[in-house]
């Protein structure tokens, strides 16, 4: 059965500090794809990152960083030098092919960043 | 280009009543999915539409219904409604299923007292 798990659920950082968010998935299948979303207090999930289970290089966009790693089933990610805008519940997802469009969220992890 | 559109974005029902939501994707987006975000159960999927079929469903009661138009728009619907039904309802859209990455809207937020 399809599983993420998110186990940060809060974290308060200090403004300029590195923050790194942990996702582990669960999947039988050999094709998938992972997710990142970031949730603001507006309600909308903000699309971050889309990474597929063949590509494991990590990425770097601006602040944000993500490292997948097949052999410990985890796609962390990481903000550099936080900012206050970066507060919000970030929301790592799963989707397979035998499961069409259905994403499987985490708990999400809630993210403070203190000025 | 315009985001994924939701409408009401509140709306407050009481037990018993019905309610309609409604999703209007991305122009060019041919899928659209629904979920219920609540604070207990978190983000759980209700259906996913793709050229007017709905192609899979959650593990919701049959009061939880939908549907996808022809101008791939949606609407899901909910019967008989009852206070665990409270919750905010988000409507995602993209290109096509599974390996597309999904846009949402600011989804509908239904209160039933």
């Known amino acids: 059965a399809q599983k993420v798990t998110q186990a940060q659920t809060e974290i308060s950082v200090v403004e300029k500090e590195d923050v790194t968010l942990d996702c582990v998935y669960e999947?039988?299948?050999?094709?998938?794809?992972l997710f990142w979303y970031k949730q603001p207090p507006s309600g909308e999930l903000v699309f971050l990152i889309r990474?597929?289970?063949?590509?494991?290089q990590n990425e770097i966009s601006g602040r944000y960083s993500w490292n997948f790693q097949k052999s410990t089933s985890s796609f962390n990610f990481t903000i550099t030098a936080s900012q206050v805008v970066d507060s919000a519940v970030y929301f790592c997802?799963?989707?397979?092919?035998?499961?069409?469009?259905?994403?499987?969220f985490g708990t999400g992890t809630s993210l403070t960043v203190i000025p | 280009k315009a985001g994924v559109t939701q409408t009401p974005r509140y709306l407050i029902k009481t037990r018993g009543q019905q309610v309609t939501l409604s999703c209007s994707p991305i122009?060019?987006?041919?899928?659209v999915s629904w979920y219920q975000q609540t604070p207990g159960q978190g983000l759980q999927f209700l259906f996913e539409?793709?050229?007017?079929?709905?192609?899979n469903k959650g593990n919701f009661p049959g009061r939880f219904s939908g549907r996808q138009f022809s101008n791939s728009r949606s609407e899901m619907n909910v019967s008989t409604l009852e206070l665990g039904d409270s919750a905010l309802y988000l409507c995602?859209?993209?290109?096509?299923?599974?390996?597309?990455?999904?846009?949402f809207g600011q989804g509908t937020r239904l209160t039933v007292v």
């Open positions: 995602a859209s993209s290109l096509r299923p599974y390996r597309f990455e999904a846009f």
């Open positions: 999947t039988r299948d050999t094709t998938y794809y």
């Open positions: 990474r597929n289970s063949f590509d494991e």
């Open positions: 997802a799963l989707s397979d092919e035998n499961t069409g469009n259905q994403f499987y």
């Open positions: 122009s060019g987006h041919r899928s």
């Open positions: 539409y793709f050229s007017e079929t709905q192609r």
